[in-house]
């Protein structure tokens, strides 16, 4: 796996919900609620890395910005492993996009030694900007799992209450050598009272 890979892999992300519409429920509310799944293939000829200097071979260093797309399927639609899973397979709900600050150099991310790698903004557009999910959270390195907070929406979104999962269950290669990471997100959303 080149560097691209491996950075590219470090960012992990992706979320969206079915179209119920929930309220913003007081704190100590009990709720029920209901699982979704969602999978996201990262592309990798996406990935933009800002004040990063390519010639220097410990980048990304601490505050590298970044943003990356990817592409939102239903649960279990993409097989766990390295996989030539096109990021482009028909089947799509949405596009993913995340933007992101790297929270430790990259030596600290290959050798094991940060568990959380960087902090990020992921915007599941399902199709459009007009029916949107938000979320907000720290990610880790390859194999942590991390939990996002939902911090708002669009269209039939607007309001939508949910806990998600981010878990990394492999890599598409897809016949290239600088696949990125695909991605399970699990939400526990809230259902209205």
């Not at 996201?40 to 996406?46: E, G, L, Q, S, Y």
């Not at 220097?56 to 990356?68: A, E, H, L, S």
């Not at 269950?169 to 259902?191: H, Q, Y």
């Amino acid at each position: 796996m080149n560097q691209r890979s491996a950075l590219a892999g470090i960012v992990l992300t992706a979320v969206a919900l079915s179209g119920s519409h929930a309220r913003l429920a007081a704190s100590g509310e009990r709720h029920d609620s209901r699982t979704l799944v969602l999978d996201v293939a990262i592309d990798a000829h996406t990935l933009t890395l800002n004040n990063n200097n390519p010639a220097d071979p410990g980048n990304p260093r601490r505050g590298t910005t970044f943003i990356v797309y990817g592409t939102i399927f239903p649960g279990g639609t993409i097989p766990s492993g390295v996989t030539p899973f096109d990021p482009n397979a028909p089947g799509s709900i949405g596009t993913w996009v995340c933007r992101g600050v790297f929270l430790a150099d990259f030596s600290e991310i290959m050798n094991g030694t940060a568990s959380l790698t960087v902090d990020t903004t992921q915007m599941f557009l399902l199709t459009t900007d007009r029916n949107a999910i938000v979320t907000e959270g720290f990610e880790g390195n390859v194999g942590v799992t991390t939990h996002r907070v939902v911090v708002g929406g669009t269209g039939r979104f607007d309001g939508v209450r949910a806990s998600v999962k981010q878990e990394t269950i492999g890599v598409n290669r897809n016949g290239a050598s600088d696949g990125l990471f695909d991605l399970r997100f699990t939400f526990e959303v809230k259902d209205e009272d």
